[in-house]
């Protein structure tokens, strides 16, 4: 019996495999517009296809973080792979480079709205599919993040395993540059959870302090002492776990609230973004 292959069936299998149009639409006809079958037949054929790939982890990856000439607009682009041999590779860089570039100058919303956006002739989206289809691993667009300031400053650190953004509150000069840079490494060694106590989730907070209270109880203290002890554990929290408060990696002596103070007066850091491989 003769079944009538759309192009919306060929796309779709295109979409799934990331095989060309030609051969998913042999593929369909060979195996009357059944997709399970059109996958194997493809397979049979010693195709790569990008099918039944999502339960893969994709531990692997690089991650890009750049700024635009003025200074003041970045973003961290995040590419999945599954293996260290292939995110090591110079063509999967170059292809994550290209993709943050695109999303750079065309400052899409999302990862959706950035798979859609035009690369080499066709979509990010289709680009991907084609790198999957031709690498043999699960391959994809796993974070995205913008960041809007008076001054960006991006940073990649160990061979993009990290990337990071710094959005200050003073316009771009070399020493704010700089100091936003300094800022950047302590950002990608020590992983504060927000800028300041405010910028912390209130659930995040909420947690802390029930461990410290039951922590305080359990050593046996009275019960009405409990909140302001709690509440000096939490401050100690903050030091460790927000970035102004943290001791500088530079000069443990200092905040780093106080290293930008002393860099020019009333600098300091309005947001952060932070990637990691792994």
């Given at each position: 019996?003769?079944?009538?292959?759309?192009?919306?069936?060929v796309?779709?299998l295109?979409q799934?495999?990331?095989?060309?149009?030609?051969?998913?639409?042999?593929a369909?006809?060979?195996?009357d517009?059944?997709?399970?079958?059109?996958?194997?037949?493809?397979?049979?054929?010693?195709q790569?296809?990008?099918?039944?790939?999502?339960?893969?982890?994709a531990?692997?990856?690089?991650?890009?973080?750049?700024?635009?000439?003025?200074?003041?607009?970045?973003?961290?682009?995040?590419?999945?792979?599954?293996t260290?041999?292939?995110?090591?590779?110079?063509?999967?860089?170059?292809?994550?480079?290209?993709?943050?570039?695109?999303?750079?100058?065309n400052?899409?919303?999302?990862?959706?709205?950035?798979?859609?956006?035009?690369?080499?002739?066709?979509?990010?989206?289709?680009?991907?599919?084609?790198?999957?289809?031709?690498?043999?691993?699960?391959i994809?667009?796993?974070?995205?993040?913008q960041?809007?300031?008076?001054?960006?400053?991006?940073?990649?650190?160990?061979?993009?395993?990290?990337?990071?953004?710094?959005?200050?509150?003073?316009?771009?000069?070399?020493?704010?540059?700089?100091?936003?840079?300094?800022?950047?490494?302590?950002?990608?060694?020590?992983?504060?959870?927000?800028v300041?106590?405010?910028?912390?989730?209130?659930?995040?907070?909420?947690?802390?302090k029930?461990?410290?209270?039951?922590?305080?109880?359990?050593?046996?203290?009275p019960?009405?002492?409990?909140?302001?002890?709690?509440?000096?554990?939490?401050?100690k929290?903050?030091?460790?776990?927000?970035?102004?408060?943290?001791?500088?990696?530079?000069?443990?002596?200092?905040?780093?609230?106080?290293y930008?103070?002393?860099?020019?007066?009333?600098?300091?850091?309005?947001?952060?973004r932070r990637?990691?491989?792994?």
């Amino acid at each position: 019996m003769s079944v009538t292959i759309s192009a919306a069936d060929v796309n779709k299998l295109r979409q799934i495999t990331g095989a060309g149009m030609m051969d998913c639409r042999k593929a369909l006809a060979e195996s009357d517009g059944d997709f399970e079958k059109a996958i194997d037949y493809l397979r049979l054929k010693g195709q790569k296809v990008a099918a039944n790939r999502s339960d893969r982890d994709a531990k692997e990856g690089v991650a890009i973080a750049k700024a635009n000439p003025d200074g003041n607009y970045g973003i961290i682009v995040q590419l999945s792979a599954e293996t260290d041999f292939v995110s090591k590779n110079q063509e999967f860089v170059d292809f994550a480079n290209d993709i943050a570039e695109a999303a750079l100058h065309n400052m899409p919303n999302d990862i959706d709205a950035l798979k859609a956006l035009s690369l080499g002739g066709a979509t990010i989206n289709d680009k991907l599919l084609e790198m999957v289809a031709k690498i043999g691993e699960k391959i994809d667009i796993v974070r995205y993040e913008q960041v809007n300031a008076d001054a960006v400053v991006p940073y990649i650190h160990g061979n993009y395993r990290i990337g990071v953004l710094v959005g200050l509150n003073k316009p771009e000069s070399e020493k704010v540059i700089a100091a936003g840079r300094d800022v950047a490494m302590q950002i990608a060694a020590m992983n504060p959870l927000g800028v300041d106590a405010d910028s912390v989730a209130p659930e995040v907070i909420e947690r802390e302090k029930a461990i410290a209270i039951e922590q305080i109880v359990a050593e046996g203290k009275p019960a009405d002492m409990a909140e302001k002890i709690a509440a000096g554990k939490l401050n100690k929290f903050f030091k460790d776990n927000t970035l102004l408060a943290q001791p500088f990696v530079k000069d443990n002596a200092i905040s780093v609230a106080d290293y930008l103070k002393g860099v020019e007066a009333g600098l300091t850091v309005t947001t952060f973004r932070r990637a990691a491989i792994g």
